[in-house]
C-alpha cells in the first residue's frame, strides 16, 4: 500500500486512464474502479483518491452508466413493439434481449464498484457532504433501487443509510421517492436486503412527511409480516 502512496506518477496515469476512457468501454472502465475500489478501503488512501478525484469519477461513471440504461430500456422497448407490428422478428428481439442481459449484468458490477468507492470514501464528512449536495449522487442512488442486482441492492441500502441521517439528504431522498423505492422490498426473501431497507425507512422515520408516505402506503402492514417471519 505505501508503495502506491508513495508512486504519484503511477496514480497519477491510473487515474488519468479512467478520466479519459471511462466513456468507451466497461471492459476497461471496470478493472480500474475495481483496482480503486480495493485502494478506497484503506483510509490511508482516501486523501489521493480525491487529489486525484477519482471519486468524482465515479459518480460520473455512475450518471452515465444510468443514462446508458435509460436509452438500452428504450430501445428494447421500440424493438418489443416492431415484433408486434410485423417490423422485426421474435428470434432478433431474443438475441438482443440476450446481449442486454450481459450487458447489464457486466454494468452492475461496475456500478457496485463506484458505489462501494464512493461508500468507503465518505467516512470523511466533508467529502460526503460535497457528494449529497453538489452532485445528483442522492437521485442517481433512488434509481438504482429500481434494480434487481442483490450485491448492487445492498450496497446502495447501506449507503443510502448512512446518507439519510443528514437533514438536508433526507429531505432530498424523500422528495426524490425513497419511501415507495424502501418499500419495495419489505418483505423481501434476500433478508439483508430487507433489513437494510427496514432500516433506512426507520432512519428516515422522524421526518412527519416520511411517517405520512408510510401511512399512505399503508406499509405498517408489510413491515408487521416481515418482522413476523
Known sequence: L???IENEPLMGALSRVLHDDYKRSIELTLPLCTLFCIFSKFSDMHEILTKKAVGSMAIKIVELELSRYELRA?????????????KKDQEFVD???QKTRDW???????????I??????????DVERKM?????????????LARRNAELLKIVLVFLKKLCVVLENSIKLTDCGIVKAAMAYIPCKDTAIGYNALKLLYNLSFSPLVRQQVAELDAVKNVASFLAD
Do not use: H, I, P, W
Request: proline share 0%.
Open 2 to 4: 505505501e508503495e502506491f
Open 74 to 86: 428504450k430501445k428494447m422497448r421500440e424493438y418489443r413493439k416492431a415484433v408486434e407490428s410485423g
Open 95 to 97: 438475441a438482443e434481449e
Open 104 to 114: 447489464v449484468q457486466k454494468q452492475e458490477s461496475l456500478l457496485c464498484m463506484c
Open 116 to 125: 462501494r468507492m464512493l461508500l468507503n470514501m465518505s467516512e470523511d464528512v
Open 132 to 144: 449529497a449536495q453538489k452532485t445528483d449522487l442522492l437521485k442517481d442512488l433512488v434509481t438504482l
